[in-house]
């Protein structure tokens, strides 16, 4: 069964604005993990959030946890044409394996 | 340092043939993961699978699907007797540790049954 849901499924937004996307999930978490993927390619590691923290940085992107509401955002300040890509968020629990949502698919216009 | 790497990257076969899928994990990398995505879905879980064992294999249909991860060479998805609802794209990750950990994904591999 799907352990994340992303919201919005498809988002468009203008170069230069910032893009938000939620994750929510179901059971309780050791991690959860976001990921891009560019057309036709594999998914590459963005940014991994421990059950245990509450907000993390990387560049452009900011990502949130809250545990209680079992829900995660991932912001991309200032986009840019090459943010244009699938975005999932992956979640860990204790049996070793990490479930993937559906993805937003995020287009940049120009 | 190369990345995880598959092949081919893409493969079509006729309805009844085997399909190999091959993926070589990051070096220092021992742990695999298998993964089928369709057309505007997610990836759903197949196996996950370190140096000569199966650890996790709960995503992988019971027939005609294997995996292998030998103590030498690449890893090894195999479909045997291959059905249209087969095609899809096929992707190949590895961690250098258990498998909550991030993951480097391959480029995948597409494969098309006619």
């Known amino acids: 069964s799907q352990q994340g849901e992303e919201d919005p499924q498809a988002l468009s937004i203008q170069e230069g604005e910032n893009a938000t996307m939620n994750c929510s999930y179901k059971t309780s978490i050791n991690n959860l993990q976001w990921y891009r993927q560019n057309s036709g390619r594999g998914l590459v590691h963005l940014i991994l959030?421990?059950?245990?923290?509450r907000e993390k940085h990387s560049g452009r992107l900011r990502v949130t946890l809250d545990t209680s509401k079992k829900s995660s955002s991932l912001l991309i300040t200032a986009s840019r044409a090459a943010d244009t890509a699938s975005y999932f968020c992956a979640t860990a629990r204790g049996d070793d394996k990490i479930i993937f949502g559906k993805g937003t698919r995020l287009h940049i216009l120009p | 340092n190369a990345g995880v790497m598959q092949n081919p990257r893409h493969l079509v076969r006729r309805r009844g043939q085997e399909a190999r899928l091959r993926c070589s994990p990051m070096k220092g990398h021992s742990h695999v993961y298998w993964y089928r995505q369709l057309p505007e879905e997610g990836l759903k879980f197949m196996v996950y699978l370190q140096k000569e064992n199966i650890i996790d294999e709960s995503g992988m249909p019971k027939e005609r699907f294997s995996a292998e991860f030998p103590k030498e060479g690449p890893s090894i998805l195999r479909i045997q007797q291959v059905v249209r609802g087969d095609s899809a794209a096929y992707f190949c990750?590895?961690?250098?540790?258990?498998?909550?950990?991030?993951?480097?994904f391959g480029p995948g591999t597409r494969l098309t049954v006619t």
């Open positions: 959030i421990r059950s245990n923290e």
């Open positions: 990750a590895s961690s250098a540790s258990g498998g909550t950990y991030e993951q480097y």
